[in-house]
């Protein structure tokens, strides 16, 4: 498999593709009788770190989801690389290039690291692909190669993060999808971890964002959009809604 372009390489040649890598348009999503998602319309380039923010219960987790292929939409569009994708199965979606990282982490407990790793490899056949990319996940993660043999169960909140993200990245995503990574976990390690996320994007992968942490993701992402029960209020550059009085009022303690 070519390696993804880089996003500096696709900022410099001017590649943004000119539609949208991925494309929400006015999905309806139900939970029962709950109307989870309202009519709701995003879309993210190729290079981009696009956060959703927004209070608990708001239904970014359930947007996540809804594009993985975990729940289908009764109205509108989504669309990845031109192909519709709603009401694809999930390990399908992952074959199409959208992993994403839970909320929670959900590694398997019981597993190894490395078990964990090669699972997150199961839809590909490549196997010098597969090495390249396990070894970029040590660069990017020296913990988890020390640890590898070692259950997973066993590692702290913040190594299980990292675990969850290196098993996502190895199913090679073109978009990858992160649901709260800073959840429970410590302020600097909240800190390595958005660090990270910013050379996951840098070398090649599109990240859409989900995060309570809305100071950490505008700070690091391109847009925003934010998220109020199931309707999107407000969208604009990260810096225009880390600026905006109602934003830090909401979400930013001030």
Known sequence: MSRVRSTE????????????????????VYYGAIHALKGISLEVKEGEIVTLIGANGAGKSTTLR??????????GSITFLGQNIEGVRAHEIVKKGISQVPEGRRVFAEMT????LDLGAFVRKDK?????????????????????????????????????MGR??????????LDEPSMGLAPLLIKEIFNIIVDINKSGTTVLLVEQNANMALSIANRAYVLETGRITLSGSAKELAASEDVRKAYLGG
């Open 9 to 28: 390489e696709v900022r410099k040649a001017g590649m943004y593709m000119a539609e949208p890598m991925l494309k929400i348009d006015n999905i309806d």
């Open 66 to 75: 809804t594009i993985s292929g975990l729940l289908k939409p009764k109205t």
């Open 113 to 116: 690291v490395m078990e964990n």
């Open 128 to 164: 010098a692909g597969i090495q390249q990319d396990l070894k970029h996940v040590f660069e990017l993660f020296p913990r988890l190669e020390e640890r590898k043999n070692q259950s997973a169960g066993t590692l702290s909140g913040g190594e299980q993060q990292m675990l969850a």
């Open 168 to 177: 996502a990245l190895m199913s090679r995503p073109k978009l990858l999808l």
